[in-house]
Nanobody, 118 residues
Framework: QVQLVESGGGFVQAGGSLRLSCAAS????????MDWFRQAPGKEREFVAA????????YYADSVKGRFTISRDNAKNSVYLQMNSLKPEDTAVYYC???????????WGQGTQVTVSS
C-alpha cells in the first residue's frame, strides 16, 4: 500500500508562485508514474501534469504548459509541482497520484488547497 501526502498549498496573488510537494510512504515509487490532478469548486477533477518513473518524460495540460513544472526525486520518494505565473483559474484542490500507468493512478493523496487571488 502507498500513502501520498501533499504539502505546499496556500494563498497567493495572481502572478505569484507556489511549489507543491508530495511525499510517498509505504513502498518505493521508483517504478510508478506520478501525476498531479486538480479539482476546482463545482468542477470535475482534471489532469494537470505527469512524470514517468524515470523522469525522462513529462506531460502537461494545455492550461498549465509553460507555467508549471513537474519533477521527482526517487531517492526521496517525492514528486514536486513548481507553479509559476499563477492565475485565479488555477484555484483548486491539488492531488498527488501514483500509478503503474502514467495517466491512470492507483493511489491518491488527500489534496492540498491552492487559492490564487486576482
Amino acid at each position: 500500500q502507498v500513502q501520498l501526502v501533499e504539502s505546499g498549498g496556500g494563498f497567493v496573488q495572481a502572478g505569484g508562485s507556489l511549489r507543491l510537494s508530495c511525499a510517498a510512504s509505504g513502498r518505493t515509487l521508483s517504478w510508478h508514474a506520478m501525476d498531479w490532478f486538480r479539482q476546482a469548486p463545482g468542477k470535475e477533477r482534471e489532469f494537470v501534469a505527469a512524470i514517468t518513473w524515470s523522469g525522462g518524460s513529462t506531460y502537461y495540460a494545455d492550461s498549465v504548459k509553460g507555467r508549471f513544472t513537474i519533477s521527482r526525486d526517487n531517492a526521496k520518494n517525492s514528486v514536486y509541482l513548481q507553479m509559476n505565473s499563477l492565475k485565479p483559474e488555477d484555484t483548486a484542490v491539488y492531488y498527488c497520484a501514483a500509478g503503474v500507468d502514467t495517466f491512470t493512478p492507483d493511489y491518491w493523496g488527500q489534496g492540498t488547497q491552492v487559492t490564487v487571488s486576482s
